[in-house]
């Protein structure tokens, strides 16, 4: 069955430091990937999404992500998180083959002032 | 400019009632998906749809129906409700083509039930 692993749960920084969260997908040939963003009582919001071509992929609010078929990773990162970045973030795949879209279970970003 | 629209937004059901979320979006999307969303567990997905007519189970479909007669709309049917249902649900909708040609998902605002 396909799956999407985020191996942090919870991670706490303080502002300005850098920031990477790991994703991990389980399946091979074509697939899109995205993250999405979660702010306290909201809904989810696209911050960048990975379809074909460049695997260095730039969203909004600073944040990218990369690309790594031969690790099965699509990483996020961004290089100086502000205490508004506090939220959860999720990784989603979509295998081109398939219909159902899968999220991971989720990373808490707390970021201390 | 309203993208995915559920209501309602919150709802208390006794044990072994029933109700219906309802979902619509205005984007001529042609999935359409129903998740729920619990503590620590990310999003399970409850029933998918890749079409009107078209329905399939999801991760966690037990308790649930769902139909899509037309392509906006896409409810989700609680027959008796129970407090493992307790939980915020969220209707999403994207575009697909052959190929992996799309859009991301849009999202709902959600809606919390609980079940009591």
């Known amino acids: 069955a396909q799956s999407v692993s985020q191996h942090n749960h919870h991670v706490i920084l303080s502002e300005a430091a850098s920031l990477e969260l790991g994703c991990n997908y389980s399946?091979?040939?074509?697939?899109?990937l995205f993250w999405y963003v979660q702010y306290p009582g909201q809904h989810l919001q696209l911050l960048l999404k990975?379809?074909?071509?460049?695997?260095l992929v730039k969203g909004i609010k600073g944040f990218e992500a990369e690309f790594i078929k031969s690790k099965f990773s699509f990483n996020l990162r961004k290089p100086s998180v502000q205490w508004s970045d506090t939220a959860e973030y999720f990784c989603?795949?979509?295998?081109?083959?398939?219909?159902?879209?899968?999220f991971g279970s989720g990373t808490q970003l707390t970021v201390l002032p | 400019n309203a993208g995915v629209t559920q209501t309602p937004k919150f709802r208390i059901l006794k044990i072994g009632q029933s109700m219906t979320l309802q979902c619509t979006q205005d984007?001529?999307?042609?999935?359409m998906y129903w998740y729920r969303q619990d503590p620590g567990m990310g999003l399970k997905l409850i029933y998918y749809?890749?079409?009107?007519?078209?329905?399939d189970k999801g991760e966690v479909p037990n308790g649930y129906n769902v139909s899509r007669s037309t392509t906006e709309d896409f409810p989700l049917r609680l027959e008796l409700a129970a407090p493992s249902q307790t939980s915020v649900y969220f209707c999403?909708?994207?575009?697909?083509?052959?190929?992996?040609?799309?859009?991301?998902?849009?999202f709902g605002q959600g809606t919390r039930l609980t079940v009591v």
């Open positions: 989603a795949a979509l295998p081109g083959s398939a219909r159902q879209l899968t």
């Open positions: 749809s890749v079409g009107a007519g078209i329905t």
């Open positions: 984007m001529n999307h042609n999935y």
């Open positions: 990975y379809f074909s071509g460049d695997p």
């Open positions: 399946y091979g040939g074509t697939v899109n």
């Open positions: 999403a909708s994207s575009s697909h083509r052959r190929g992996g040609v799309g859009t991301e998902a849009f």
